[in-house]
Every structure is written in C-alpha cells, then in structure tokens.
C-alpha cells in the first residue's frame, strides 16, 4: 500500500516536470511553435505613366547672325575707316555685324562687331566718336579696338565698360608702308583675342531670325546718304545678299568679292552733335536709344517697322506693323543710322 502511494507520488512528480519543461520550451522559443502568418495590406496598383523622351538640344546660334556656332564667342567692336583712302577694307567679310556712322565732314564710319568668326588681319583701324560709347553698352563689356579719340573724349572711354584695345596701349597694330597714313593702321586679331580675354560673350540685343515675314515690297535697291557719303544697297539673288555700293563703286573687300549683307537695317534716327570738338568742329552723334521708324531689307524686300531701344543697356527690337518681330535672314547684318543733318 505504500509502495503503491510512493509509485503514484512518482508518476505525479514526472508529470508535473514535464508540463513545466514543456512551458518553459514554448516560452524560450527553443522548439518551433506553430504561429499563424502575418497579413499586409496589398498596395493598390498604379497606373503607367508613359515618360516623354527629353528634347534634343537644337544647334547653338549666333545671337547676332542666326547661323550655327560651335560655341559663343567674346565681342570686338573694331572703329573702321572708310574714307576714299582707306578703302578696299580688310576683314569685314568675317564681322557679323556691320554698323554704318556719321562723322564730321558729312562722311562715315563703321563699327564692325566680330564675335562667330576673327579674320587675321582688320583694318584700316580709326579714331572712336562719343556715339560709339551708346552703342557699345549692348554688348555687356566687349572689347573694343580704335585708333585713339580727341583728348577730352579719350578719358570717357577708358573709364567706359570695355576691354579697352586702344592703339596706345594695346599690342597688334602696325603700319602698312603701301598706304597713305593715316589710313593705313591695321590690327592683327590674333593678338587683339589675346588681350582681351574679360570680354563679354555673344547676347542678345534683339534680332530674331527666321523666314521671311508675310508683305514688304519688292525691291531691287535701296539708297541713303550723309551729305558726302552715298550707300546704295543691291539686291543679288545669286549671292543671296544685299550688296553695297558706296559713292557710286561697290565696296570691294581686299579677302575678295563685294561686300554685303543678308539683311540690312537704314535706321531712321535723330543726329545731334557731340559735346567734344573734333578738327575744331563738334561731329555729328547718331542716337542709337529711344525709338522711330526704320527699313528692313531682306530676300528682295522691303519691310518698314518700328526700332525701340530704351536704354542703352539693352538691345534694339524691331517690330512690324502687325506687332509681331521682324526676322532677319541668317549672315551678316548691316545697320546704317540715318536721319536729317545737324
């Protein structure tokens, strides 16, 4: 009867054992329970959104011809003689752009701005007027290249936003023993490019490009005047240009052919005089800023709009009458300031 007491204190001690190993297994995670899974929220399905293939880069254009450049190049603007003696000129064929200035004695000037192309050689290099400060400001801080100025003007344009190329101080220039002085200084522009590495690239200052505009007349020639400088401008189908004749000649270029544009502008303008006295007479100033009526030629035709300039900072647009801009065709420009004698 003891035995059999002791037997079942036994068996009862065993179990209790087991139930607590059994515990213990399921609390210390040493055998594998059977756990129910995890559920998660299914994320709802969305949509495919096509990507658009990013647009290619167009070609790079220049702001002052419309025709495709490797990159921007830095502005010169070089003071050009054009007196009867100073012609044929060397290097404009290269410029983009061809400005056409009074100065004293009823003759002209021009101020040829190069930035997508530099020809080696420039000339003949002249003398800077107080009009030419006006028109450089458009350019940022372009370099600019002349002869020299009258004394009191020269201080202004060495205290003026430019690289400042002037003959006395800069290297490039040199005589050309086979012409008459002083019209014979020329500049070699590789040196000049050298010198004037803060200059300001090639901005806007206002053209646009692109077909031709619906209307204008056609027409083969278009002339304008200084009281001792007459410019005939020509069209030719065949160079696709307007070619230029001054004082009844073409003006020839010493690289070979005729010179010429792709779109010429005869901006009408106010002429005043300048502060500055030049050979004991103040010279004729062209207005570049404010606004009036101008001529456009480009393709055999003629279209007349509107030029506004506010400020010298800034460029020069050019407005038809329907308010839209004018475009120019692609190559050289030429602008020439005309308007009634001082």
């Known amino acids: 009867m003891r ?21 213990i297994v399921t609390l210390t995670g040493s055998a594998a329970p059977v756990t129910k899974a995890a559920t998660y929220p ?13 647009p290619k880069p167009g070609p790079l254009l220049s702001p002052f011809t419309g025709e495709r450049i490797k990159k921007l190049g830095p ?31 009823g003759l002209s000037r021009f101020a040829a701005v190069f930035s997508s192309h530099f020809p080696p050689v420039i000339g003949p290099v002249r003398s800077a007027r107080e009009d030419d400060l006006e028109l450089l400001r458009q350019f940022g801080r372009p370099a600019f290249a002349y002869s020299g100025a009258t004394p009191h003007l020269l201080p202004f344009i060495h205290r003026a936003r430019i690289v400042d ?17 002083p019209h014979n200084l020329y500049a070699d522009s590789k040196v000049l490019l050298s010198e004037m590495k803060k200059a300001s690239k090639a901005r806007d200052i206002g053209f646009r490009f692109g077909p031709p505009p619906p209307g204008g007349r056609v027409l083969r020639s278009y002339s304008a005047s200084y009281p001792a400088a007459a410019y005939t401008f020509r069209w030719s189908a065949r160079a696709q240009r307007w070619l230029v004749w001054m004082d009844g000649a073409p003006a020839m270029a010493t690289e070979g052919g005729q010179m010429g544009g792709a779109t010429v502008v005869i901006q009408y303008t106010t002429i005043k005089t300048s502060r500055f ?24 035709r003629a279209y007349t709009v509107h030029w506004s300039r506010p400020s010298s900072d800034g460029g020069t647009t050019y407005t038809l009458p329907s308010g839209k801009r004018m475009t120019f065709a692609p190559g050289q420009v030429w602008v020439m300031f005309a308007g009634a004698w001082p």
């Open 42 to 54: 299914h994320p709802r399905p969305q949509p495919l959104v096509p990507t658009k293939p990013k």
């Open 3 to 23: 035995r059999r007491r002791w037997l079942i204190a036994a068996m009862s001690a065993a179990a209790a054992i087991a139930l607590s190993a059994g515990l």
């Open 75 to 105: 502005v010169l603007v070089v003071k050009i003689d054009n007196i009867v003696d100073a012609r044929p000129k060397t290097g404009l064929q290269s410029a983009d752009i061809i400005y056409v200035l009074p100065v004293e004695g």
């Open 165 to 181: 190329l002037y003959a006395g101080i800069a290297g490039g220039y040199y005589r050309d023993p086979y012409r008459y002085a």
């Open 277 to 300: 006295l030049e050979y004991g007479s103040r010279p004729p100033y062209a207005v570049s800023t404010g606004s009036g009526r101008a001529v456009v030629l480009r393709n055999g």
